[in-house]
């Protein structure tokens, strides 16, 4: 693939370049954009180093041409420099600043677009562990349809299979948004959309919500704890059996406006999660088409027929 | 006592305007509110203020007018920004509650860009368009009032929230359905969308006006490609402006309907699709940050070829690529939103079109380098801002191009790398370009210099707190620091960056108070431009005397090429070479209280409807009919200036010959 090939030289000087910042920082680790410990969290920061040298590449020209024209071209008395009040126009000078900006810029396209498609789609190798999210007024509902428990303001994944994460809300936007795992994305009302992230090392990392969503917002971080699969399993079959359940009467309760910590139930009410969701993304093609043997129960339709 | 009396009281005044800040601000308002009427009829200045001032159709006092508004709302945004470093400075600051703290961000955006970057914008214009291109006013000077008194009047709707009702607090872009009255029941975001609405309707006016201004209005032998590059900017603006209002004022009134109606265009519930709100919000807001920029680029391309001594590299490079932004910008708006699950395909078709955007952008950084190789570049202070304006932008354009980077945007988006990003660019860009003209052109405007050495201070205090403000922002966002949070959890790591960036501000907030003290020092004291040309400049502006006598020109110049006033100068010619059969009688526009008291009827309306006081929005509604219709049967709309008194204006400033 295209990107794999553009990897190799740059990233040394990138990684150098940014260690050197970090450690004078100290705890390079709080970086959690630059740490990522799964193949999506990866797969971004890659193509921002690549961004990142390709700019870099533009700052060192213009800066040089600009502190050269500056420097040279003062009026100070007896500079001597060339003055040509009337020179304005160089076809080959103008013709190669269109042309490198271009170049530049063809470099990054191609692999943002390729990796824009790529993690669209859940790898096909694994089947995922799918979570239901539901931004609620300044706390997260998180249900496993497949383990039948919820939890609140907390998050338990296993390592090494991707998490497919589904996300609506209950409650004006936000986005869920675990930087260690991964990109963000929207919930929003009366709309499904989808979001896999994957951990491949063990670990409690963060998450929050990045979309403003009024005055408790700020009190929406979450854990997020991976632990391998038996330990997972372990864990949502003991929350399953140890914790009281989620009636109706609570899920009213969540919604109340206000803040919470974290909590477990052992089961949930199903009709909490749509089962009809409508949305750009979820016509058709996209990471669904893996899913339909495993899940079946979300019916997903085109737009158009959904209102 | 009336029993309704309470229930006015806690409507106009809840728990949320008494703040004790905002009561000792209110304090501090009265007393200077009674000192200025004071000193206003002791002085005998309200007919004065009436007749030079709030009736009057100059696009050059209309200039200054939008000039005051915006260094006040200045002022007050910047105000609002102190306070949301200062709260931000460290994990455990309570310096104020979180429901004030949202409101305060939400004015701070919000008046930051369309309160004090557009009137600033439009400050230049009218300051100096008519001017460049030969012209003895706007093509509709009495809608040019509209506009501003529209403007004027959103603005003042805007700013008495924090006074009266409560502040609007869902951000500057107000997101439904978090503007809903479900989570959303105060008055505030009712000023918000009325403001913007009265507000945005003068905007579209002045994007007309200048619109036909430029095309129909230049002087004789002026071509487009002889245009100003300042003139194409804002010929390009309007342009911009005519097509990206309207979407904007569609979803804010659709989110109106949805609160004052009982709509459900974006609600939570009964179907509504907040995301419509998002597209349309921006398809307005891309095209909106070139509004704000690309007048800038006219600024900046006059400045730089002005102190160089030089023509401007590139002109028609430099048209192309202006008009290559304009018609691309209406194409990129789903970057704003690449995380809303728009699929691969629309997001890549979207980060492509971002970067393609950028190519255009970048060329134009090129020719200004360009144009200062082989020229003698003198560092006034406007200068100086056109020389910081070029690597901030650049820095600013490239994190933009990180930002296109579909995937990488899914971690950066509504992290602190983005607000470091559109404050590097609006900093860098629109507000730099905006002290750079003023610097510039402030001798046109007021026939006095600003002083030299005090600008160069404020300039650095600006550039300096501008990197140590924004530079931590970025590495924020690398932190996973989002945006419009009001208080952060300790051991993130977060809390030295923040600190630096609240001592950054600290330095912007200071090079605030050098601005505003070299602006009054040079009022005073400054040195008088007594030449009408303090720059030796290139652009017919420069031709005239400053300040510009009311009708502009005294005969209308024919302009052969480029750069016309350079060219004069080069071959010996002037406009002070009049001769008295030169001088006809001249149509002038009359002066009308018509636009002023239009906006203030739009006040009324708006303000009825904020409280939704009915009574009061009909009468405001009423107001509004009459004066378009006393506009609309207003034959008397224009006046003959005299030829001798023309003449002897020309002959006090020794420019009549014979
Ligand atoms: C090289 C050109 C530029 C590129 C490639 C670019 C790219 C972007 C992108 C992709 C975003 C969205 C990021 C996100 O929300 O996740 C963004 C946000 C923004 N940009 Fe730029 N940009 C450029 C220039 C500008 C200019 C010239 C201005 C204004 C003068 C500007 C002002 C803004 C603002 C205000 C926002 C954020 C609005 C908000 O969410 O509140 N940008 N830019
Ligand atoms: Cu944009």
Same mark, same amino acid.
């Given at each position: 693939?295209?990107?794999?090939?553009?990897?190799?030289?740059?990233?040394?000087?990138?990684?150098?370049?940014?260690?050197?910042?970090?450690?004078?920082?100290?705890?390079?680790?709080?970086?959690?954009?630059?740490?990522?410990?799964?193949?999506?969290?990866?797969?971004?920061?890659?193509?921002?180093?690549?961004?990142?040298?390709?700019?870099?590449?533009?700052?060192?020209?213009?800066?040089?041409?600009?502190?050269?024209?500056?420097?040279?071209?003062?009026?100070?008395?007896?500079?001597?420099?060339?003055?040509?009040?009337?020179?304005?126009?160089?076809?080959?000078?103008?013709?190669?600043?269109?042309?490198?900006?271009?170049?530049?810029?063809?470099?990054?396209?191609?692999?943002?677009?390729?990796?824009?498609?790529?993690?669209?789609?859940?790898?096909?190798?694994?089947?995922?562990?799918?979570?239901?999210?539901?931004?609620?007024?300044?706390?997260?509902?998180?249900?496993?349809?497949?383990?039948?428990?919820?939890?609140?303001?907390?998050?338990?994944?296993?390592?090494?299979?991707?998490?497919?994460?589904?996300?609506?809300?209950?409650?004006?936007?936000?986005?869920?948004?675990?930087?260690?795992?991964?990109?963000?994305?929207?919930?929003?009302?009366?709309?499904?959309?989808?979001?896999?992230?994957?951990?491949?090392?063990? !670990?409690?990392?963060?998450?929050?919500?990045?979309?403003?969503?009024?005055?408790?917002?700020?009190?929406?971080?979450?854990k997020v704890k991976a632990v391998p699969m038996k330990d997972f399993d372990a864990w949502a079959s003991q929350v399953h059996t140890t914790?009281?359940?989620?009636?109706?009467?609570?899920?009213?309760?969540?919604?109340?406006?206000?803040?919470?910590?974290?909590?477990?139930?052992?089961?949930?009410?199903?009709?909490?999660?749509?089962?009809?969701?409508?949305?750009?993304?979820?016509?058709?093609?996209?990471?669904?088409?893996?899913?339909?043997?495993?899940? !079946?129960?979300?019916?997903?339709?085109?737009?158009?027929?959904?209102? | 006592?009336?029993?309704?009396?309470?229930?006015?009281?806690?409507?106009?005044?809840?728990?949320?305007?008494?703040?004790?800040?905002?009561?000792?601000?209110?304090?501090?308002?009265?007393?200077?509110?009674?000192?200025?009427? !004071?000193?206003?009829?002791?002085?005998?200045?309200?007919?004065?203020?009436?007749?030079?001032?709030?009736?009057?159709?100059?696009?050059?006092?209309?200039?200054?007018?939008?000039?005051?508004?915006?260094?006040?709302?200045?002022?007050?945004?910047?105000?609002?920004?102190?306070?949301?470093?200062?709260?931000?400075?460290?994990?455990?600051?309570?310096?104020?509650?979180?429901?004030?703290?949202?409101?305060?961000?939400?004015?701070?955006?919000?008046?930051?860009?369309?309160?004090?970057?557009?009137?600033?914008?439009?400050?230049?214009?009218?300051?100096?368009?008519?001017?460049?291109?030969?012209?003895?006013?706007?093509?509709?000077?009495?809608?040019?009032?509209?506009?501003?008194?529209?403007?004027?009047?959103?603005?003042?709707?805007?700013?008495?929230?924090?006074?009266?009702?409560?502040?609007?607090?869902?951000?500057?872009?107000?997101?439904?359905?978090?503007?809903?009255?479900?989570?959303?029941?105060?008055?505030?975001?009712?000023?918000?969308?009325?403001?913007?609405?009265?507000?945005?309707?003068?905007?579209?006016?002045?994007?007309?006006?200048?619109?036909?201004?430029?095309?129909?209005?230049?002087?004789?032998?002026?071509?487009?490609?002889?245009?100003?590059?300042?003139?194409?900017?804002?010929?390009?603006?309007?342009?911009?402006?005519?097509?990206?209002?309207?979407?904007?004022?569609?979803?804010?009134?659709?989110?109106?309907?949805?609160?004052?109606?009982?709509?459900?265009?974006?609600?939570?519930?009964?179907?509504?699709?907040?995301?419509?709100?998002?597209?349309?919000?921006?398809?307005?807001?891309?095209?909106?940050?070139?509004?704000?920029?690309?007048?800038?680029?006219?600024?900046?391309?006059?400045?730089?070829?002005?102190?160089?001594?030089?023509?401007?590299?590139?002109?028609?490079?430099?048209?192309?690529?202006?008009?290559?932004?304009?018609?691309?910008?209406?194409?990129?708006?789903?970057?704003?939103?690449?995380?809303?699950?728009?699929?691969?395909?629309?997001?890549?078709?979207?980060?492509?079109?971002?970067?393609?955007?950028?190519?255009?952008?970048?060329?134009?950084?090129?020719?200004?380098?360009?144009?200062?190789?082989?020229?003698?570049?003198?560092?006034?202070?406007?200068?100086?801002?056109?020389?910081?304006?070029?690597?901030?932008?650049?820095?600013?354009?490239?994190?933009?191009?990180?930002?296109?980077?579909?995937?990488?945007?899914?971690?950066?988006?509504?992290?602190?790398?983005?607000?470091?990003?559109?404050?590097?660019?609006?900093?860098?860009?629109?507000?730099?370009?905006?002290?750079?003209?003023?610097?510039?052109?402030?001798?046109?405007?007021?026939?006095?210099?600003?002083?030299?050495?005090?600008?160069?201070?404020?300039?650095?205090?600006?550039?300096?707190?501008?990197?140590?403000?924004?530079?931590?922002?970025?590495?924020?966002?690398?932190?996973?620091?989002?945006?419009?949070?009001?208080?952060?959890?300790?051991?993130?790591?977060?809390?030295?960056?923040?600190?630096?960036?609240?001592?950054?501000?600290?330095?912007?907030?200071?090079?605030?108070?050098?601005?505003?003290?070299?602006?009054?020092?040079?009022?005073?004291? !400054?040195?008088?431009?007594?030449?009408?040309?303090?720059?030796?400049?290139?652009?017919?502006?420069?031709?005239?005397?400053?300040?510009?006598?009311?009708?502009?020109?005294?005969?209308?110049?024919?302009?052969?090429?480029?750069?016309?006033?350079?060219?004069?100068?080069?071959?010996?010619?002037?406009?002070?070479?009049?001769?008295?059969?030169?001088?006809?009688?001249?149509?002038?526009?009359?002066?009308?209280?018509?636009?002023?008291?239009?906006?203030?009827?739009?006040?009324?309306?708006?303000?009825?409807?904020?409280?939704?006081?009915?009574?009061?929005?009909?009468?405001?509604?009423?107001?509004?009919?009459?004066?378009?219709?006393?506009?609309?049967?207003?034959?008397?709309?224009?006046?003959?200036?005299?030829?001798?008194?023309?003449?002897?204006?020309?002959?006090?400033?020794?420019?009549?010959?014979?």
């Amino acid at each position: 693939m295209l990107f794999g090939r553009f990897r190799k030289p740059y990233r040394a000087l990138v990684l150098a370049a940014i260690a050197v910042g970090l450690l004078s920082t100290g705890c390079g680790q709080q970086y959690v954009v630059l740490h990522p410990v799964g193949p999506v969290g990866e797969k971004e920061l890659h193509l921002m180093e690549l961004a990142a040298l390709a700019m870099a590449i533009v700052i060192v020209i213009v800066f040089t041409l600009y502190f050269y024209a500056v420097i040279r071209f003062r009026d100070t008395p007896g500079n001597r420099a060339p003055y040509r009040p009337d020179w304005h126009t160089n076809k080959w000078l103008e013709v190669l600043w269109w042309v490198l900006p271009a170049a530049l810029l063809t470099v990054i396209a191609i692999p943002t677009v390729q990796v824009t498609f790529e993690l669209a789609h859940v790898p096909k190798a694994k089947d995922p562990v799918v979570i239901d999210v539901t931004s609620l007024t300044w706390k997260w509902l998180f249900e496993y349809p497949g383990q039948h428990i919820a939890t609140v303001n907390y998050l338990e994944i296993p390592t090494n299979v991707p998490v497919l994460f589904e996300l609506t809300a209950d409650s004006p936007m936000n986005t869920l948004w675990i930087p260690q795992l991964g990109g963000m994305e929207y919930t929003m009302p009366n709309r499904v959309l989808p979001l896999w992230l994957q951990a491949n090392k063990t !670990g409690v990392y963060w998450g929050d919500s990045a979309q403003y969503s009024g005055v408790g917002f700020e009190k929406m971080f979450f854990k997020v704890k991976a632990v391998p699969m038996k330990d997972f399993d372990a864990w949502a079959s003991q929350v399953h059996t140890t914790s009281t359940p989620m009636t109706l009467a609570v899920y009213h309760k969540l919604l109340r406006h206000d803040t919470m910590g974290k909590a477990l139930y052992s089961r949930y009410p199903r009709d909490t999660f749509p089962t009809i969701a409508s949305g750009f993304t979820l016509t058709g093609s996209g990471m669904y088409m893996t899913m339909n043997g495993q899940k !079946g129960r979300i019916v997903y339709m085109p737009m158009s027929r959904s209102n | 006592m009336p029993s309704f009396l309470p229930y006015l009281y806690h409507t106009l005044f809840p728990p949320t305007v008494r703040y004790p800040d905002i009561l000792l601000i209110d304090f501090g308002l009265i007393m200077a509110g009674i000192g200025l009427l !004071g000193f206003m009829t002791k002085t005998r200045r309200w007919g004065w203020l009436w007749r030079e001032w709030l009736t009057t159709v100059d696009h050059k006092k209309i200039a200054v007018m939008y000039l005051i508004a915006a260094i006040v709302m200045l002022f007050r945004g910047g105000i609002d920004a102190e306070m949301l470093r200062a709260q931000l400075a460290l994990p455990t600051t309570k310096f104020m509650p979180a429901a004030q703290y949202d409101e305060v961000f939400t004015t701070h955006g919000t008046i930051m860009i369309f309160f004090m970057a557009m009137p600033f914008i439009f400050a230049l214009f009218n300051a100096v368009v008519p001017l460049m291109i030969g012209a003895r006013d706007v093509a509709f000077p009495r809608i040019n009032a509209m506009s501003y008194w529209l403007f004027a009047f959103g603005a003042i709707l805007f700013n008495i929230s924090f006074v009266i009702g409560g502040s609007p607090n869902a951000g500057w872009t107000a997101y439904p359905p978090y503007t809903g009255l479900a989570f959303n029941p105060g008055p505030g975001e009712n000023y918000y969308f009325l403001a913007l609405i009265i507000a945005g309707m003068g905007t579209t006016m002045t994007g007309v006006n200048f619109l036909v201004t430029t095309v129909r209005m230049r002087a004789p032998g002026m071509t487009l490609m002889r245009m100003p590059m300042f003139v194409w900017s804002t010929m390009i603006t309007s342009a911009l402006i005519l097509f990206a209002f309207p979407p904007l004022t569609v979803a804010l009134a659709m989110s109106l309907f949805d609160r004052l109606f009982g709509s459900s265009f974006f609600t939570l519930t009964r179907g509504g699709m907040p995301m419509m709100y998002v597209n349309l919000f921006w398809l307005f807001g891309h095209p909106e940050v070139y509004i704000l920029v690309i007048p800038l680029f006219g600024v900046f391309s006059e400045v730089v070829s002005t102190f160089s001594k030089k023509q401007l590299f590139g002109y028609p490079v430099m048209v192309v690529s202006m008009l290559a932004i304009m018609f691309l910008s209406y194409g990129t708006w789903v970057h704003h939103f690449f995380t809303m699950g728009a699929g691969p395909a629309v997001n890549a078709f979207f980060g492509l079109s971002t970067m393609l955007i950028a190519i255009p952008t970048g060329v134009k950084i090129f020719n200004w380098i360009f144009t200062m190789w082989g020229g003698r570049i003198q560092l006034t202070v406007a200068m100086l801002y056109q020389l910081a304006f070029i690597p901030t932008f650049v820095i600013g354009g490239a994190s933009g191009v990180m930002l296109a980077v579909v995937p990488a945007d899914y971690q950066f988006h509504n992290s602190y790398f983005l607000i470091a990003h559109f404050h590097n660019v609006i900093i860098g860009g629109t507000l730099f370009g905006l002290l750079s003209g003023l610097y510039y052109w402030w001798p046109k405007m007021f026939g006095m210099k600003l002083n030299e050495r005090q600008g160069k201070v404020a300039f650095w205090l600006f550039f300096i707190g501008f990197w140590i403000t924004f530079t931590p922002q970025y590495l924020l966002g690398l932190k996973g620091m989002t945006r419009r949070l009001y208080t952060y959890p300790i051991g993130m790591g977060w809390h030295e960056l923040n600190v630096i960036s609240t001592f950054g501000a600290l330095i912007m907030g200071a090079a605030f108070v050098a601005l505003v003290y070299n602006i009054v020092w040079s009022l005073l004291y !400054g040195e008088k431009d007594l030449t009408g040309d303090p720059w030796n400049g290139r652009t017919l502006e420069w031709a005239l005397p400053s300040p510009v006598p009311e009708y502009n020109f005294a005969r209308i110049p024919v302009v052969h090429e480029r750069d016309a006033w350079w060219a004069m100068k080069q071959r010996g010619q002037s406009l002070a070479d009049l001769k008295p059969e030169d001088v006809r009688d001249v149509e002038m526009p009359r002066n009308t209280p018509i636009p002023f008291l239009l906006g203030a009827s739009f006040f009324v309306v708006g303000f009825g409807m904020t409280f939704k006081f009915w009574p009061i929005a009909i009468m405001g509604f009423v107001g509004v009919i009459l004066c378009i219709l006393f506009s609309g049967f207003d034959y008397e709309d224009h006046h003959h200036l005299k030829a001798d008194v023309i003449r002897s204006t020309e002959a006090s400033l020794g420019r009549l010959q014979g």
